[in-house]
């Protein structure tokens, strides 16, 4: 496994701070060190957070060596518990880190996947949205007669035709084409993960919108063990406080150029169908019917240029 051992700042709390404290731009402003909060044996080495992500899965993840949104998210977590921290790229198989003890929390972990670890209250939104450019754009229907641009292969592009039909779809090699799709009129709407679309469009320079899901809202969560309870505790904690103290949202808007409010956000028809439909069975899962999200991470792949390489279409 590539690993990553960094003294890392949480950049967003250093801006917020500064700006709470009305720094001029010629004056540096370190944070104030605090005292860790964990020990061991809830993390395995002293004085410092490993966490674990899939170095491959950009933009959430991306290369140890770069920056991202989960990187961000890891080092404002780091510093809000007092640690250092530490990268280390897991792969697609977080749990296994977990287990082995070669991190002490693994983060982009989807809320609707199965593990056998704890999972943290979620710190970034995730769920297949409908975006459009246009501010009078409506929810579509399937007798509208939409066209909606998604990448092949992908979760987004499946839960299109499952919606809407197959003449709905706007097929394209990457997000940075099924944008362009939208900006050329070629299609109405683009179809993709709420974060990764939000972010495609944000670099790409498009002036797109969310304007409804198209999944039941779900989230990226922190993972560890179950045994850990310790560690439960103060992740929950940090992760409440980040979120409560705008920490989160600065780091959404300078990734995405606007914080995600899910729970704000209109369902189209097809998953407040799924909601219903979950809310007869029995448990917290859903069916696994034809609605069922599919239960995969970056189903984007690179939005920059990989044509849904990490893509799963999941069986109906």
């Known amino acids: 496994m590539k690993r990553m051992k960094a003294l890392v700042c949480c950049a967003a709390a250093a801006c917020l701070a500064m700006v709470l404290a009305g720094c001029s731009s010629q004056q540096s402003y370190t944070p104030p060190e605090k005292s860790a909060t964990v020990s061991s044996p809830a993390i395995g080495k002293s004085g410092t957070l490993r966490v674990g992500v899939n170095a491959g899965s950009p933009p959430l993840a991306g290369s140890p060596s770069s920056s991202s949104k989960i990187v961000d998210v890891a080092a404002a977590l780091a510093d809000q518990l007092g640690l250092k921290l530490e990268i280390v790229d897991v792969g697609t198989d977080p749990e296994a880190a977990l287990k082995e003890g070669k991190v002490d929390v693994a983060m982009g972990i989807g809320s609707e996947i199965e593990v056998s670890f704890w999972r943290s209250p979620a710190y970034l939104p995730k769920g297949v949205a409908l975006f ?182 999941p069986t109906a």
């Open 132 to 313: 459009s450019t246009s501010a009078n754009a409506t929810v579509p229907t399937k007798a509208s007669s939409p066209k909606i641009a998604a990448q092949v292969s992908s979760t987004s592009s499946w839960q299109v035709t499952n919606e809407f039909g197959q003449d709905a779809l706007v097929s394209e090699n990457d997000l940075k084409s099924a944008f362009a799709a939208l900006a050329d009129g070629s299609a109405q709407y683009v179809a993709a993960d709420a974060v990764i679309g939000m972010y495609a469009a944000h670099s790409g320079g498009y002036d797109a919108q969310i304007v409804a899901l198209m999944q039941q809202p779900g989230g990226y969560c922190v993972g560890m063990l179950e045994a850990n309870t310790e560690l439960q505790a103060a992740v929950k904690y940090a992760l409440a406080a980040l979120t409560d103290g705008g920490i989160v949202s600065v780091i959404e808007k300078k990734w995405l150029g606007t914080d995600i409010d899910a729970s704000s956000l209109p369902l189209t028809t097809g998953a407040s169908s799924a909601k219903t439909d979950e809310s007869k069975t029995s448990g917290d899962e859903s069916d696994g019917g034809e609605n069922a999200p599919a239960a995969e991470g970056d189903e984007e792949g690179n939005v920059e240029s990989n044509a849904g390489r990490n893509a799963v279409r």
